[in-house]
């Protein structure tokens, strides 16, 4: 599967932003999908991911509350809707396609989307 992830930009704190993730191949609907993000200096980490059917959906702690993950399995897109956006929450983040049983594992990645937040 191929994934291309889109709509980050350069926004106030407090504002939003909605990511996609566009996937070809025929195995989107059958694999969950994590976002990730990697700000400058730091490890890329795991923000949120859902399961193939949409059931099951984790989110770091730190954006709960603020972020929500969906999917359209018709569209083979993902999304990722940010509101009440930090300063911290600058960096860029990755779509990913991967398994997830007891643990979400990513297996293939999209390009990164730049996200900026302005205090």
């Known amino acids: 599967v191929q994934l291309q992830a889109s709509g980050g930009g350069l926004v106030q704190a407090g504002g939003s932003l909605r990511l996609s993730c566009a996937a070809s191949g025929s195995t989107f609907s059958i694999s969950a999908i994590g976002w990730y993000r990697q700000a400058p200096g730091k490890q890329r980490e795991l923000v949120a991911f859902?399961?193939?059917?949409?059931?099951?959906?984790y989110y770091a702690d730190d954006v709960k509350g603020r972020f929500s993950i969906s999917r359209d399995n018709v569209k083979n897109t993902a999304y990722l809707q940010m509101n009440s956006l930090k300063p911290e929450d600058t960096a860029i983040y990755y779509c990913?396609?991967?398994?997830?049983?007891?643990?979400?594992?990513?297996?293939?990645w999209g390009q990164g989307t730049q996200v900026t937040v302005s205090s």
């Open positions: 990913s396609a991967g398994a997830y049983s007891m643990e979400y594992v990513p297996g293939y």
């Open positions: 859902i399961s193939s059917g949409g059931w099951t959906k």
